[in-house]
């Protein structure tokens, strides 16, 4: 069972500017660059969650979130729960007990915290005034990362948008880069064909010195590099949802 949020609503006047919005269940809170709150089922947080009835398996200080001047801190202050920080789109980040993350590139996610029976607390929380002027830089589609030029085929680009359409249409658990089976369907291929082309793109982008593939060489020669590929052609700037829209469009 998971609570819903509070859609987002104009902020007063006064408000201060920038700011963040986070909002749990009808609490709804705006804070300025610099302000903190802590999220628990304790009487002693700023945004109470877990406690009526009292849920004891949320801790009672269990996160605590800072506005930082274009995203939003996060850190895990249960000493003993996970938390997960989790995108409207996307994969969702698990937080280990006093772990922190920053919100980038994310304008819009949801702080996670799982009680009894598996059920979800949700905080919302929405920074797009924090930088509404400065959208995510995307980089140039032919470079890398590592500034390496990756000059993808055709098919190449075909199959990493398909490899990549799960973690840039969806969100939580269902979030992960696609099986060779889906690729392979997505584009009208065989399992073995999606594996043989994406192989070789791995390869070639290890020998051209993409960090996150190298490790990928030998001596890992029979791990799953789906993952690492996926978040190599996302972060980059090289697939995009353009490329996922664009196999519809040539279906």
Not at 12 to 21: D, F, H, V
Not at 72 to 84: H, I, Y
Not at 172 to 198: I, K
């Amino acid at each position: 069972m998971t609570e819903s949020w509070v859609p987002r609503q104009r902020v007063p006047a006064l408000a201060p500017s920038p700011y963040a919005i986070v909002t749990h269940a009808t609490d709804r809170r705006v804070l300025a660059v610099g302000e903190e709150i802590t999220v628990g089922r304790g009487a002693d947080v700023t945004l109470r969650i877990a406690h009526g009835p009292a849920d004891e398996h949320v801790s009672r200080l269990a996160a605590s979130l800072r506005v930082l001047p274009d995203c939003v801190l996060v850190r895990n202050r249960s000493r003993s729960k996970q938390l997960v920080l989790r995108p409207l789109v996307g994969a969702q980040r698990p937080l280990e007990p006093g772990a922190a993350t920053t919100s980038m590139p994310f304008t819009e996610f949801l702080v996670v915290v799982t009680g009894r029976f598996g059920r979800e607390y949700t905080v919302h929380v929405d920074v797009r005034d924090l930088t509404p002027e400065m959208p995510r830089p995307v980089a140039d589609p032919l470079e890398t990362v590592d500034g390496t030029a990756a000059d993808l085929t055709v098919p190449q680009r075909r199959l990493l948008a398909a490899l990549c359409e799960p973690l840039l249409t969806r969100t939580g658990t269902h979030a992960a880069p696609a099986t060779y089976r889906q690729v392979g369907e997505r584009v009208g291929r065989s399992p073995g064909y999606a594996r043989s082309v994406l192989r070789r793109l791995r390869e070639q982008l290890a020998a051209q010195g993409v960090a996150a593939l190298v490790a990928f060489n030998l001596e890992k020669v029979y791990a799953d590099f789906r993952p690492a590929l996926a978040r190599w052609a996302i972060d980059s700037g090289t697939i995009t949802v353009a490329d996922v829209r664009a196999l519809d469009a040539r279906a």
